[in-house]
């Protein structure tokens, strides 16, 4: 054999040499892959084990006992299993990077060797990340330990401060330090497959879980690296901040998204937050049979509501009504203002949120329980059970047989800070890609206005405008614009079975003017109960730019000219077209019930049963918003009633092209908009109809409309 391989030409050797290594290449690249593979298996196997051991070092003691990862001995036995860990994944990034054999491999393998390397840097960037906070938490150690052991400090409403000055500035320095390291994950992340990996599937889990969560990490590093200043008040490092949060009723709407009738402070100091427990504004803002006024609490009596709103028709004016301006800023300075007046405690902020914004939680925790009541809490009951326990006489008795507390006004809201502090609590177990989708949530719920913040501090305030929204008024008469406000004023829950839609005809002329149609139609179908009067007032407010000219309208209630009631209640028998012109049509038999007494009243000598009342224009043009001109008025709409009202007005041409229309929308109405647009005549000759149509659904997020020209043909754009 091997004198006939002597005697084969070179050209024939080198062939045969080739076709040798065509044959045997599989078992080479075999024999390779698990020499490597071995070595490099045991360094990752033994960096998991080491983590895995610094995991350990924290578990034990105390049940939600935070204190227990600041004790010195935990974290210099959990440093020294990351210190271990951080060798292995060098060791394994190293051999990764450098072995000629495993570049050999990485021809034939080259996902599963690119995805290896990618693993093995970022083992060492992360085990070096962790190197750096658990010296800062050794630092930190013997202040925050005995504050975690002791978090009140004797006092709810005062926290004792977790983080001074300079442990706030390390932590920071930290964050600057491992923004690096967090990039260099996430560009070494970028396309990874775990597949054909040797992992378990228990690793294989884990990882799929942090994988997707350094891209957000990487760009919250970057954000929050230029917010030292920012985060430093927010968290209460030199002081104490105190905010008042608020949970609003969308059932029963206002101004800024339903009615606020609790309360709670949350304070923050040093970096710790107080337990929130909401009270009912009821017990100290309204005047209860049965219940004795404390001249303490009860400060209210003969307050109206400030200029501008002298409009708001309702006595002892206070926190539970100050949400009046859909400007949430405004808003939310009122309700400070009256927040101090009664309780003489100085506010740096607000926070206000509906519903929608509980059952985004509830999207990414899940089913929460409600031990105490046996009660399960999903996305689709939340409001249903709130409802129960606070309006429902059965529910309210069964809180105050579990709670122990026999005072009616205090009983019936304690369910729900059962609710919220369950809820925080589940949240502060989340997973960290849990974590991560219910920030995405919180910043759209910002935009949609389900989650409003206002503070003091105007660098924090301009935050809010730059990562979600501060709420506020568009002032701009620059372009068109509008903005629906409705108000419950009621005394019910009725806005939960009225739909709004809105449909607004725009004719545009040869200089750019704009002249509106618009007709608002309120379907209240009383499709259960309201828990107060069946009858639904409705203060509406059109807000538009200063310049725009009112041309006509209808609909709106004139106070005091009463049309029609319900049978045997002193007045004419509404008929169910009510006025004969369609703008009022119910089913019957028609009933109409008490409503809230007002400033004013004409209708407390008959029991304070409110007729239907004669129809025309908006009753009220003055102004409750600087840089918008209003035109408001009553809109009273009987149970299983449909009520169109309709308005017109004038835009002159602002002097910017294109034409642009911004619709702002008030939290907590889903409403269907119809918008058409009218160009003038010659200009969009070549376009459809549906160019110039839009019509969806409204979600509490500014819109803005823009008509694109090309030609002589348009289109009319959305813009969020």
Not at 330 to 345: E, H, N
Not at 427 to 456: H, I, R
Not at 585 to 599: E, F, N, R
Request: with cysteine; net charge negative; aromatic share 8%.
């Amino acid at each position: 054999m091997r004198q006939r391989y002597s005697q084969l030409s070179t050209r024939r050797k080198a062939l045969l040499i080739v076709l040798l290594i065509a044959i045997l290449l599989p078992s080479f690249s075999i024999i390779i892959e698990g020499i490597s593979g071995l070595l490099l298996y045991n360094h990752v196997r033994s960096g998991i084990a080491h983590l895995k051991a610094a995991q350990n070092a924290f578990s034990g003691g105390e049940k939600d006992d935070a204190s227990k990862y600041f004790d010195p001995t935990r974290l210099k036995q959990a440093q020294s299993e990351i210190n271990a860990a951080h060798d292995d994944f060098v060791s394994v990034r190293d051999d990764l990077d450098q072995d000629a054999g495993i570049g050999l491999v990485g021809l034939f393998l080259p996902s599963q060797i690119k995805a290896a390397r990618a693993l093995g840097h970022i083992g060492v960037d992360a085990t070096e990340a962790g190197q750096i906070f658990i010296k800062t938490a050794i630092n930190q150690g013997p202040t925050l330990q005995p504050a975690l052991k002791n978090p009140l400090g004797g006092d709810e409403l005062a926290p004792k401060p977790y983080l001074t000055q300079a442990g706030f500035k390390e932590i920071m320095s930290d964050l600057d330090a491992i923004a690096p390291l967090v990039h260099d994950m996430n560009i070494q992340s970028q396309g990874v497959s775990l597949s054909g990996l040797p992992l378990s599937s228990d690793q294989q889990k884990q990882l799929q879980s942090i994988l997707p969560i350094l891209p957000v990490l990487d760009n919250a590093l970057g954000q929050i690296r230029g917010m030292s200043d920012e985060l430093s008040w927010i968290l209460g490092i030199d002081q104490q901040r105190t905010f008042l949060v608020e949970p609003m009723d969308r059932a029963e709407l206002r101004a800024t998204g339903g009615f606020t009738g609790q309360f709670g402070e949350l304070a923050l100091s040093g970096g710790h937050m107080s337990p929130l427990k909401l009270k009912n504004i009821g017990q100290f803002e309204e005047v209860h049979p049965n219940v004795p006024i404390d001249p303490v609490f009860y400060k209210v009596s003969g307050q109206t509501a400030p200029d501008p709103f002298t409009w708001w028709p309702i006595g002892n004016f206070g926190l539970r009504d100050a949400n009046v301006s859909a400007d949430f800023p405004t808003s939310a300075k009122i309700m400070m203002d009256r927040y101090t007046y009664d309780f003489d405690r100085p506010l740096d902020g607000i926070i206000i949120f509906t519903p929608t914004l509980i059952k985004h939680v509830l999207h990414a925790t899940g089913p929460i329980t409600i031990d105490q009541y046996n009660e399960t809490i999903t996305e689709q009951n939340l409001e249903d059970r709130l409802h129960y326990y606070q309006l429902n006489n059965d529910g309210i008795r069964k809180a105050e047989l579990i709670e122990h507390e026999e005072n009616t006004e205090i009983a019936r809201k304690l369910f729900t800070q059962r609710v919220t502090q369950t809820l925080m609590k589940t949240v502060q177990k989340l997973p960290p890609d849990k974590l991560v989708a219910l920030g995405n949530e919180m910043l759209v719920a910002m935009k949609e206005k389900d989650l409003q913040a206002y503070f003091t501090n105007p660098q924090v305030e301009a935050l809010l405008g730059k990562f979600g929204s501060t709420a506020s008024m568009d002032r701009s008469n620059n372009h068109d614009g509008l903005f629906l406000v409705q108000t419950n004023l009621s005394a019910n829950k009725a806005s939960q079975f009225t739909t709004t839609s809105i449909q607004d005809s725009i004719t545009l002329d040869d200089k750019g003017g704009a002249t509106h149609n618009v007709q608002l139609t309120l379907d209240y179908q009383k499709k259960g109960d309201v828990y107060g009067p069946d009858t639904y007032h409705d203060y509406i407010r059109f807000y538009t730019p200063t310049t725009s000219k009112l041309l006509d309208g209808n609909g709106f209630s004139e106070r005091g000219r009463a049309f029609c009631a319900g049978a045997g209640e002193g007045y004419k028998v509404c008929k169910p077209d009510v006025f004969g012109d369609g703008s009022l049509v119910c089913q019957p038999p028609i009933k109409l019930g008490y409503a809230t007494s007002t400033i004013n009243d004409p209708y407390v000598s008959n029991d304070n049963i409110h007729p239907v009342e004669v129809t025309g224009p908006p009753t009220n043009k003055v102004s409750d918003e600087e840089g918008r001109n209003m035109y408001a008025g009553w809109a009273i709409i009987p149970a299983n009633c449909t009520l169109k009202m309709t308005l017109s007005w004038y835009v002159p041409p602002s002097g910017q092209q294109p034409y642009t229309f911004l619709m702002q929308n008030q939290a907590s109405i889903t409403a269907q908009v119809d918008l058409t647009v009218k160009p003038a005549a010659g200009t969009c000759g070549a376009s459809k109809p549906e160019d110039l149509h839009y019509k969806g659904t409204t979600n509490g997020q500014d819109t803005t409309f823009v008509l694109n020209q090309q030609g002589s043909s348009c289109s009319f754009q959305l813009k969020n």
